[in-house]
């Protein structure tokens, strides 16, 4: 079964040090793993996606993602945390063979000053 | 940029009544979806449009319907709303193609309660 976790619910990291968001899967064939952020009372925003290619990806706001595939993960990381950088964030990876999207339970990110 | 936007951002109705939330996006996208968020289940896909009059179910159909008369409109119907029906809806809209390698984009939700 295709799936993907975000084995935390909560993330809290000060203004300035670097942030980590932990995100796995679980799919069959190649993986398409994307990551979104939702602030509050807001739809998602898209960041960043892995297709093929550089297992270092860089996205929005100075986010980026590395893919491991022995790991089967997809962390997203920020060198330098902001306060704005507070909400929730969701990865997502491409059901196999279609358009469709499986979304982790998402992380909420809290950036303390 | 893709605009997709819902015709309400939060919405009350009653057990029992009828509800309409409505989608539309104005890139051209064959594809698109509503989800129901909710805190702790992450987004669930409620039924997926690959094409006009084209539907599928996605994870938790039960309880929904969709209409896709127009490309840019997808609407989520709830034959009878229940309690269990409070959460937030979100739309989302993608091209086709590349297997899934587009990026999906969402609408700013519809927060819907029921009494």
């Known amino acids: 079964a295709q799936s993907v976790a975000q084995p935390e619910d909560q993330v809290n990291v000060a203004e300035g040090n670097p942030l980590t968001v932990k995100c796995t899967y679980s799919?069959?064939?190649?993986?398409?793993l994307f990551w979104y952020v939702q602030y509050p009372n807001r739809g998602l925003q898209f960041l960043l996606k892995?297709?093929?290619?550089?297992?270092l990806v860089k996205g929005s706001y100075g986010f980026e993602a590395e893919f491991n595939k022995s790991q089967t993960s997809f962390h997203l990381k920020k060198p330098s945390a902001l306060v704005s950088d507070s909400a929730l964030y969701f990865c997502?990876?491409?059901?196999?063979?279609?358009?469709?999207?499986?979304f982790g339970t998402g992380t909420r990110l809290q950036v303390f000053p | 940029d893709v605009k997709v936007t819902q015709s309400s951002r939060y919405l009350v109705k009653r057990t029992g009544e009828k509800v309409f939330l409505e989608c539309v996006q104005d890139?051209?996208?064959?594809?698109m979806f509503w989800y129901r968020q909710d805190p702790g289940l992450g987004l669930r896909l409620i039924y997926f449009?690959?094409?006009?009059?084209?539907?599928e179910k996605g994870d938790i159909p039960e309880g929904y319907s969709v209409s896709r008369e127009k490309k840019e409109r997808f609407s989520l119907i709830l034959e009878s709303a229940s309690t269990n029906q409070t959460s937030m809806y979100l739309c989302?809209?993608?091209?086709?193609?590349?297997?899934?390698?587009?990026?999906?984009?969402f609408g700013p939700g519809t927060r819907l309660t029921v009494l």
């Open positions: 989302a809209s993608s091209p086709p193609g590349l297997a899934g390698a587009h990026e999906q984009f």
């Open positions: 799919v069959s064939g190649n993986p398409y």
């Open positions: 892995y297709i093929t290619g550089d297992n």
């Open positions: 997502a990876v491409r059901a196999y063979n279609t358009d469709k999207l499986i």
């Open positions: 890139m051209d996208h064959e594809n």
């Open positions: 449009s690959y094409d006009v009059k084209m539907k």
